[in-house]
């Protein structure tokens, strides 16, 4: 079946502008999750959706970050006001499981650069 | 600080050989999963080991792991050009109140031909 995908796969902006990233995770997969990592970095996790309870926010670095999902399908991540230190891939991952420790399966990322 | 750690962090051998990549972790895990990511992409899961397995295969994989020693080694036997990527480990388990993985640095593995 299908896996996750990802939307843009490249995105280059200005400083300043904002962007949104799109996320389609497999479906009926109730877990989704983002992931930020920088260049030779591991991911740093930002924020994890799990079917319609309230989604864990805490990874977001600053309020210039926010993620929706509605229900168990699409989610995208915005982006305002970008500023160069942005500039990652952007992963996202989604799980059939309740549990966050199970296997995530990955789209093929969005690699973000901020002029 | 970081929960997973590996090492090496960097490893280039010669094709035919076999690369060991190790991971240390700090706290009580119920799991650890290693993943494989090429071209700083995607991805992919290798194989997950439960806290009260101590080893596990999967086709020229093995997977060790220590709670004693809060370790846990990848071996890839008769390497080959298409092996070469980065290496993450995640362990899976109670941290700061919430179940969660967390995420190594990597390894980043290269297969010279």
């Known amino acids: 079946g299908a896996g996750v995908s990802q939307s843009p796969s490249n995105k280059v902006t200005e400083k300043g502008k904002d962007v949104e990233l799109r996320c389609d995770p497999i479906s009926g997969h109730t877990a989704l999750y983002w992931y930020r990592q920088r260049l030779g970095q591991g991911l740093e996790f930002l924020i994890y959706f799990q079917g319609n309870s309230a989604p864990d926010k805490s990874g977001l670095p600053s309020d210039r970050f926010s993620a929706e999902r509605t229900g168990e399908s699409v989610s995208t991540l915005t982006i305002q006001r970008t500023q160069q230190e942005d500039s990652a891939v952007y992963l996202c991952a989604s799980s059939s499981q309740r549990g966050r420790t199970d296997t995530q399966y990955f789209g093929p990322g969005t690699r973000l650069t901020v002029l | 600080s970081q929960q997973g750690e590996e090492d090496p962090q960097a490893l280039s051998i010669q094709e035919g050989e076999n690369a060991t990549m190790n991971c240390s972790y700090k706290t009580s895990i119920n799991n650890l999963q290693w993943y494989r990511q090429n071209s700083g992409r995607g991805l992919v899961h290798l194989i997950l080991?439960?806290?009260n397995e101590r080893e596990k295969h999967s086709g020229r994989l093995r997977v060790t792991l220590d709670t004693s020693k809060k370790s846990s080694s990848l071996l890839i036997t008769a390497s080959r050009a298409a092996d070469t990527a980065s290496y993450f480990c995640a362990t899976g388990g109670l941290m700061d109140s919430n179940y969660q993985l967390i995420w190594g640095a990597g390894t980043k593995l290269i297969i010279k031909p």
């Open positions: 080991i439960r806290s």
